[in-house]
């Protein structure tokens, strides 16, 4: 249930129709519901309910202010992977004992800001950070808390770009290195050590990952109490993954996870913290599009569209599958036929689809790409001189604007030419 569904014909977000938003925005443009994050959010705490934990939105998924005020309404904590990251949460009123701060490359000045900004924790991921961390807080007379992300070499089973949990990847400390970093950390100036912080990856379709991961976790918590290492706190990642074809997928539900959370690490007395994205934002978020033309080629029907690969950039990037549907409802039994779906940037990576079943489209209708709300806008970018494209949040019968189209003479302004020329 994501609050998408047809009324009468014709797609709506909530109580709004789609066509509504695109003639007063214009298309492209992304829209999010505020039921669906809203109800997201609360499928995650409501699964940890019993345990002392704090959801934190891995708000690299889709980081507009709008819905970052949303979550932090609703009591959300943020995981930050860049001191911009961190500037837009405070921005939003999320108060530093509510911010994580997760990332393999922080640089000084990151941390200075989150120090003096205030933290709930920053994930540590090498040795270097860690001495970085502890010169900079010291200097500053502050004390850093901190837990270190390892990499309990757990193949996550998700596309190659998004898995960070094995030994080849760059992220965290190698977990049978732990207990050494451990005690160098605690041995430290300005640092605190609080945790443990996993995350083996994103777009995860099954639980045996987590729990090889979790029971590692488990595991090292009680050689580090062992070791004198008060560990109170497990930050234990986000990755759980979406249904992005609704007619094949069902991946884990919430709630299973967090029985499974509760499974592996429940009795060990630990603060939980978890850092989904995609599964709070994902399916709250569609793009919506024109058809430009509908070309006739060799053997196949392009649907040349207004969105391109700098709108959303999974299908290119990860060879990503996104449900298309029309805006208006296709009658039942109606004829289908294949279509490319493709954008008008100059490069064949701009294909959307290939050999889509959709009925008859014309130029001018709309088109839906469900599931876009996580690493959609987010990533997008202004290639080809396309302007970002509008975002739109909707609330029951409302809609607003939640980032504007830039204007042409804003993009060509951010450009100077130097005084030489
Ligand atoms: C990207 C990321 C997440 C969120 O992953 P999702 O798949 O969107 O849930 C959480 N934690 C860290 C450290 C990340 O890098």
Known sequence: MDHFLYKDGILHAEDVSLPAIAAE????????????????????????????????????????????????????????????EYLRAKAAGIPGDRIVFSGVGKTGDEMRLALEGGIRQFNVESEPELRLLSQIADSMGVTAPITVRVNPDVDARTHAKI???????????????????????????????????????????????????????????????????????????????????????????????????????????????????????????????????????????????????????????????????????PEAGAERQPFDIVGPVCESGDTFAKARQLPPLRDGEMVAFRSAGAYGAVMSSEYNTRPLIPEVLVHE??????RTRPTFDEIINRDTIPKWL
């Open 397 to 402: 019968h409302q809609f607003a604007v939640i």
């Open 25 to 84: 925005v214009g298309t492209p443009f992304y829209c999010y519901s505020s039921a669906t994050l809203t109800r997201h959010y609360k499928l995650f705490d409501e699964a940890l309910d019993g345990l002392d934990h704090l959801v934190c939105y891995a708000m690299k998924s889709n980081s507009n202010q709008a819905i970052l005020k949303l979550m932090g309404d609703l009591g959300a904590g943020m995981d930050v992977v860049s001191g911009g």
């Open 163 to 329: 898995a960070t949990g094995k030994s080849e990847n760059k992220f965290g400390i190698p977990i049978a290195r732990a207990r050494e970093v451990y005690d160098m950390a605690a041995a430290l100036p300005g640092i605190d050590v609080i945790g443990i912080d996993v995350h083996i990856g994103s777009q995860l379709t099954e639980l045996e990952p987590f729990e090889m991961a979790y029971l590692k976790v488990a595991e090292l918590t009680r050689q580090l109490r062992a070791d004198g290492h008060d560990i109170r706190r497990l930050d234990l990642g986000g990755g759980l993954g979406i249904p992005y074809e609704r007619s094949n997928t069902a991946p884990p539900l919430p709630v299973e996870y967090g029985a499974l959370i509760k499974r592996t690490v429940g009795d060990l007395g630990c603060e939980i913290e978890i850092e989904p994205g995609r599964l709070i934002s994902g399916n709250a978020g569609i793009l919506v599009s024109s058809v430009i033309y509908v070309k006739s080629g060799e053997g196949r029907d392009f649907l040349i569209l207004d969105a391109a690969m700098n709108d959303l950039i999974r299908p290119a990037m990860y060879e990503a599958w996104h449900d298309i549907v029309p805006v208006i409802e």
